[in-house]
DNA sequence: TAGATTGTTAATCGATTAACAATC
DNA sequence: TAGATTGTTAATCGATTAACAATC
């Protein structure tokens, strides 16, 4: 009975955060009970890949039924851990950065943006929707204070690995990454990369290929 | 000497726009040429990855000198279609929208957003870091009048289908999606996701994995 | 029961890695 | 020449797809 520590794909987890959302407003709307195909059919994917989805974290449901949506949310909840939530920290208050404070607000139940830092003192000090902001050269102390494991790095390139560097040495073990390039980070240090330049260059690039319509 | 059209794969699209972007800064630095590593190094890449990615765009180097910077960067400007332009539309003027206002500028060279569209009439009117901001009932006329091939998804996941479908209608052949739902559109239009909130989940999930330090 | 769905296994597909000859 | 790099081919790896028995 000493089941093999299941072999989760680093996409099943993407995967895993969009159900989660999707679970939570059907249940919101009374939705007991579900197929793969629905699930599949909300998030853009495959029924084959929600089974399987579902499978890799233990969860099983039956062929009359489908799945329990609560029992669901529930058990994907405590995969993910967001129930106890965790602390981000964002460095960069610049146009993006604002945006970021704005999109996820300030004490959020399971991810918040609990502190703010930037190098132009002029921000310093400000609250911005609700989250402090700090100078540079309190990071290391506020973040450790704070227990905060995740740090979105929202600074111009040039220096997005000194920023990092200073939040992996304040204890974070994951970064967020806006700036389009590579970190390098101790081996425990988890990085993700959003590069919404490319995102748009990619799709601009499909356009214009499909543009003899 | 009819050579096959090269299969570029999708990533690939992507990683070409990250190389554009770092032999850009190499080229002002005054380097001529490079080595596959050395754009590995300056794209989180593999060395092997950078060569099969210039050899699927027909550019070849030499063993001796690597690849010529300026020749490279032209190549891939010509591939990616940057040097003639593209007009975007942003849809959705919230937090969101004027972040990506002021992240991408407004006349940039390659990629402007050159038309902004909300549904509420507060905004409507509105110039925003020199992007003029439209009612939702001008999007169809405005965007067919300007010619604009991508459209920027930035509305609540209710709305996104109906801006999809807007958009779709006037002529655009591509589309960013940052709501977190599927888009149903026709075969010819591209759609890219970017979902900020499952990259900020996934790095949580893995920073809390690694906690223990 | 009949029918749709689940969970499992085998087959396929694509991309990455490794090995190597050719080049300057 | 020696050495590092390029371009090519074969081997490996993983993920997706397809097929099918089990289930309610």
Redesign the pocket.
Known sequence: MCSVPA?I????IGRLSLYRRVLDRLLREGVEN?????LASSTG????????D??SIG?????????RVQELLNRINDFLGVTDGVGVALVGVGNLGRALLAYFPYRRPSLSIIAAFDRDPERAGRVINGCRCYAMEELVPVVREQNILVGIVAVPAAEAQNVATALTEAGVTGLLNFAPTPLRVPAHVRVEYLDMTMSLEKVAYFARQRKPM
Chains 1, 2 share one sequence.
């Open positions: 072999p794909s680093e996409k099943t579900l197929y793969s195909h629905q994917g495959t029924a084959a890949q929600v089974r399987r579902l499978m969860f099983t449901g039956s062929p009359a039924r489908g799945y």
